[in-house]
């Protein structure tokens, strides 16, 4: 069975650029997670997706971070524009969800932004 | 406010002695716990999970926690160290309301 599948793996950008994160979860899975990472730090939830309809983005910067999951299968994280305190990795995970919080995440291997 | 500590940001054990790595937990109810390690580079893997019933659970690569409601504990152990067991792991907490909570994470190191 395949993993959950995040690109790039690396990116580097300057300040008040753009930057896209794309993940794939795990064939089958309904919820699907983004988490910022900073570095010393763990995971910290920025959005939750049930199938294509957002759970929680309580923790989402919605003044320039912006997510979706079309179709509820793939997944796409944009910041725009990035700040020097974005520069974290950035995780997906998904899980097939067992109600009441039993669920078990599967993590991709993250995606480490740089902002200059 | 819910909250899960690891009280140790670093840990370095010697190969082949056991391990306890520290987990504390704040919740108004007994939360889900979880034990993740993430080696450089790479995403979290489950170790294991706590759910309900028995409060010593087993896990993968020779680990297991112990859940104790008394301390707001869920320590992880292993009775013998690999120096492939170097990564930094994270122990995390969820309840109904879904959100998973992390600790900072303890990174271990093993010497030879």
């Known amino acids: 069975e395949a993993g959950v599948a995040q690109s790039p793996r690396y990116k580097i950008i300057e300040k008040r650029q753009s930057v896209a994160f794309w993940c794939n979860p795990i064939s089958g899975h309904a919820t699907l997670y983004w988490y910022q990472q900073i570095l010393g730090q763990g995971p910290k939830l920025l959005i939750q997706f049930q199938n294509n309809g957002v759970v929680d983005d309580s923790q989402l910067p919605k003044d320039r971070f912006s997510a979706e999951r079309l179709k509820g299968v793939d997944s796409t994280l944009k910041i725009q524009p990035a700040k020097l305190e974005d520069s974290a990795v950035y995780l997906c995970?998904?899980?097939?969800?067992?109600?009441?919080?039993?669920?078990?995440?599967?993590f991709g291997p993250g995606t480490r932004l740089t902002v200059l | 406010a819910q909250s899960v500590t690891q009280p140790d940001i670093h840990i370095t054990v010697s190969e082949g002695a056991s391990l306890e790595l520290r987990c504390n937990y704040s919740y108004g109810a007994t939360p889900y716990l979880f034990w993740y390690v993430q080696s450089p580079g790479q995403g979290l893997q489950l170790l294991l999970k706590?759910?309900?019933?028995?409060?010593l659970v087993q896990g993968i690569k020779g680990f297991e926690a112990e859940f104790k409601r008394s301390q707001s504990s869920f320590n992880l152990r292993k009775p013998s160290v690999h120096w492939s067991d170097a990564a930094e792991y994270f122990c995390a907490g969820s309840t109904g309301g879904f959100k998973t909570i992390f600790g900072a994470g303890t990174r271990l190191f093993v010497k030879a």
């Open positions: 706590y759910f309900s019933g028995d409060t």
């Open positions: 995970a998904s899980s097939d969800r067992v109600a009441g919080g039993r669920d078990t995440q599967y």
